[in-house]
């Protein structure tokens, strides 16, 4: 071959090797553009699965907070009516608590006036009592007085005596002092 020949297979070399980088530039560059269309794909893709997770995930948490306010909501509701109704039981006791003592304080009172009427009969009944054995000795002394003595006393009267009770003296004793007056 020739100079010029083989001149020109060297430039033939050199034109096809610098077409064929510039063929590999080119796929290269197509390459990087697509790998880069594909990678900003991909992570739209993942940016719209992420931001749909949120979305799910923040639905999930309003409607377990919505169901946990509704069941708080409850409990509080049941408690105020629950102490609503401890409220009016405890007006109810408060009102019977006085309507009690008014009760007792009438029982009371019943109670000392039935003390002092029964103590009034006792009292009255011991002076019955009293004049009662009296009134049986002076019969007995009677009965046993000489008769010249007894005949004066029998068409007699007796008058009673003034009367002091004491609680350490029997009826009897009294009636020894009522005889001695």
């Known amino acids: 071959m020739c100079s010029i020949c083989s001149g020109d297979a060297g430039m033939d070399e050199a034109i096809l090797n610098s077409k064929v980088e510039a063929i590999v530039e080119e796929y290269n560059d197509l390459l990087t553009s697509q790998l880069d269309k594909q990678r900003n794909y991909y992570e739209s893709l993942l940016l719209e699965v992420k931001e749909e997770n949120e979305r799910e995930v923040s639905a999930a948490t309003a409607k377990a907070l919505s169901i946990k306010h509704q069941k708080l909501q409850t409990k509080l509701d049941k408690c105020i009516e629950e102490k609503s109704f401890l409220d009016d039981i405890n007006a ?81 004793r009294a009636a020894r002092d009522r005889k001695r007056n």
């Open 92 to 172: 109810n006791l408060v009102k019977n608590q006085e309507m009690w003592r008014e009760r007792i304080r009438k029982v009371q009172e019943r109670e000392q006036a039935a003390l002092r009427l029964k103590d009034e009969k006792i009292e009255k009944l011991e002076a019955e009592l009293r004049d009662l054995i009296a009134h049986i000795e002076c019969q007995d002394a009677v009965a046993a007085a000489p008769e010249s003595i007894s005949s004066d006393i029998q068409g007699g009267t007796i008058l009673p005596g003034p009367s002091t009770p004491s609680s350490s003296s029997s009826p009897v």
